[in-house]
């Protein structure tokens, strides 16, 4: 200790003769260096005391076991994204499913490379994949996309909710609700049966199998057995596969009697097919075919067309029915100029006979000739009564539904067709909830059919 800086004992010992102001200023010194000495322990008791405190009520948040352990006091919930294969893959190599069906959705909207007389199928320079695919859809299609689109956004923005925040004083959020229906019976058989495909340049292609086993009854929905002859009432739901939020809405949400019909230019068609057979419903493919007034009014670049020859016709058939497996049968998108051409039609409706598949018009155009080509062919046919949804209105499609009651109370089975539309998917489901307390039956469209032979 120096003289500058005195000690305690050195200030004790200090003769009494010294002065008083003397004294008091030594005495001052000393206590300012025991506080420099003292100040340093004390800071670093404090310091270790509040970590000790941080960092307990830190591990009681973490590890403890109640509401707030390792949840944020607020967190923003939405429906959790899936590609149409669920959790989006990262493989670069396609996934390719029984028989050469691929299950990507690039390699299903692609045309085959080795389709006669098909269109050009490569993208001009400055458009992209999902362009292309958009510019094969009809104007109708582009309309159910963008009520899709419309209810979707809607619906997405109504599962928007904080979540979390209930659980600060102990409330617990609410569960996610059910995505099926509880009433659904089951899924139908994985599609497609590999003897009732046969492998083409153009791609897999439905065939009758050994002992006669046709696609249309091998995919067809089961009815039940003792099901009344009369009140029986068929529905399909068309232009499936355009937009996904659509088709997922009619999946999830109709009775899997109805039918679903798929469009050929939806991408990941074969896994649709597969959703919804998981579902309960049967599926059929869609052929365009010309209107009046094409190519104003164009169903697409593999309509089928009056102009064109047979040859070209069957190839184009052959690449639309190439697009997916395990569907019963078709159903003509349009047509009404080309269902009125014996020679361009009965070729057609030939082709689908030998395949095993059933044909269903869709009843739009009067003066149609495939009820009669089909009875001279023996092709499993039916014939829509009614267009259960010519407008978007809801007083129009429930007047349609009684209509198609009626029907059916007279003849014994009545079969509509109806969009794929979001609002008229609704319509139906509650309208289907209510036919057995009167009296009524809904059946698979495959039900519907009258065979000739």
Request: proline share 10%; glycine share 10%; charged share 20%.
């Amino acid at each position: 200790m120096t003289a500058e800086s005195p000690g305690p004992n050195q200030i004790e010992e200090a003769p009494s003769e010294a002065p008083k102001e003397t004294a008091v200023e030594a005495g001052s010194a000393g206590d300012e260096a025991g506080a420099r000495r003292r100040g340093p322990g004390l800071l670093s008791i404090v310091t270790i005391l509040v970590a000790l405190l941080y960092g307990g009520t830190l591990a009681w948040l973490v590890l403890g076991d109640h509401d707030l352990a390792g949840e944020p006091v607020a967190t923003l919930s939405l429906p959790a994204p899936e590609t149409e294969n669920g959790p989006a893959k990262t493989e670069e190599t396609p996934d390719m499913g029984v028989d050469g069906i691929s299950t990507d959705p690039a390699q299903q909207a692609a045309p085959p490379k080795n389709t006669a007389h098909a269109p050009e199928d490569r993208l001009p320079a400055d458009k992209t994949a999902p362009d292309a695919a958009n510019d094969n859809l009809s104007p109708a299609e582009r309309e159910l996309m963008a009520a899709a689109d419309r209810q979707s956004a809607a619906e997405i923005a109504s599962q928007v909710k904080i979540t979390g925040a209930a659980s600060v004083d102990g409330i617990s959020a609410p569960e996610s609700a059910p995505v099926m229906h509880g009433r659904l019976s089951g899924p139908l058989p994985v599609v497609p049966d590999r003897a009732l495909v046969e492998s083409t340049a153009q791609g897999p292609l439905p065939q009758i199998g050994p002992q006669g086993r046709k696609p249309w009854r091998i995919y067809a929905r089961p009815v039940p057995s003792g099901l009344p002859a009369k009140g029986r009432i068929a529905i399909v739901v068309s232009g499936m596969g355009i937009s996904e939020s659509a088709t997922t809405h009619a999946i999830e949400t109709l009775p899997p009697e109805v039918t679903l019909s798929f469009a050929p230019y939806g991408p990941g068609l074969q896994n649709w097919i597969d959703k919804a057979r998981t579902a309960g419903h049967e599926v059929l493919l869609e052929l365009p075919m010309e209107p009046y007034g094409y190519p104003q009014s164009d169903p697409g670049p593999y309509t089928l067309l009056t102009s064109l020859p047979e040859k070209e016709n069957q190839a184009r058939l052959n690449w639309l029915m190439s697009r997916f497996a395990g569907y019963a049968g078709v159903m003509n998108y349009q047509g009404a100029r080309f269902s009125t051409s014996a020679t361009a039609l009965a070729p057609v409706l030939e082709a689908l006979d030998k395949r095993g598949l059933m044909y269903i018009d869709n009843g739009a155009s009067a003066r149609s000739l495939a009820p009669s080509i089909a009875e001279e062919e023996g092709l499993p046919f039916a014939r829509a009564d009614r267009i259960v949804d010519p407008q978007q209105s809801a007083e129009v499609i429930s007047n349609s539904l009684d209509a198609l009651e009626v029907a059916a109370k007279q003849s014994g089975t009545a079969l509509g067709v109806a969009s794929g539309f979001p609002a008229t998917v609704d319509e139906i489901n509650e309208w289907a909830a209510g036919l057995g307390a009167r009296g009524l039956t809904l059946v698979p469209a495959t039900a519907a059919i009258r065979e000739s032979r």
